[in-house]
């Protein structure tokens, strides 16, 4: 069974008691750290150049107007929750990348405000960066929902649909998210990939952890590869 270290859980527990102004903070000094100060920081997104040519997304809100204060872990049950609601949607996202970066990979990093009001930082960042300001050859979000659904939204790639897969995910349909926005505007592929949460938008929200570690791994894989394959975006018939 996969669980969080001691430290881990710690991290996480500190990760769900921010609110989007700390998690904003607190991202702009990691990551200027991280990356040697190649990142650029406003009040709508941060992003960070890495030596990968593949781009990590996360937003740093949550539905919630405060954070969670009381923060449960079943280890036996492998699940986490919060009275007040974990707010999983998308800490668990944010919590992915920061295990893939103490990991030592360097993808680039894109992370947005406000997500859960409409994708505004992710429309804030296109609307200065009209094309990506790096290589990027393909982008991963980490905000979705279950164990291993992979999300393309009017991405109609299918070469960039199989190689996600091969990774052990399984296409599924969604409505929203940042990549949404962000994709189209840089002819990008993209996809959203499962961190394990479920019951989202509401204090019910669970998070299961070994999805979420298992998330963790194919990305490290993803990351791995000794050539990271290009892949456009192929706007469906609807976009």
């Given at each position: ?27 702009k000094q990691y990551l200027k750290k991280k990356y040697d100060n190649n990142v650029i920081a406003t ?182 590869q000794n050539e990271i394959p290009k892949f456009k975006y192929i706007p469906g018939l609807c976009s």
């Open positions: 069974m996969r669980v969080l270290s001691e430290r881990d859980y710690e991290l996480f527990e500190r990760l769900v008691s921010l609110t989007e102004k700390e998690m904003l903070h607190a991202m009040k709508d997104y941060i992003i960070a150049e890495g030596d990968i040519p593949i781009a990590l997304v996360a937003h740093m809100d949550t539905v919630f107007t405060k954070p969670a204060s009381d923060v449960y872990y079943d280890k036996e049950q492998g699940v986490m929750w919060s009275p007040q609601g974990l707010g999983a949607d998308d800490r668990a996202g944010i919590f992915c990348i920061l295990k893939i970066l103490q990991n030592r990979y360097r993808p680039t990093v894109i992370l947005t405000t406000d997500e859960e009001k409409g994708c505004v930082g992710a429309s804030k960042l296109v609307e200065r960066f009209k094309e990506a300001p790096w290589q990027i050859n393909y982008i991963v979000q980490l905000d979705r929902r279950g164990y291993t659904d992979c999300v393309f939204y009017d991405c109609e790639n299918e070469e960039f649909t199989q190689y996600i897969e091969s990774f052990g995910f399984i296409e599924e349909v969604g409505s929203l998210s940042d990549i949404s926005v962000i994709c189209p505007e840089w002819g990008i592929a993209g996809v959203n990939l499962s961190v394990g949460y479920e019951g989202e938008h509401f204090e019910t929200e669970i998070l299961h952890i070994a999805p979420m570690l298992a998330t963790i791994s194919k990305v490290k894989t993803m990351l791995s």
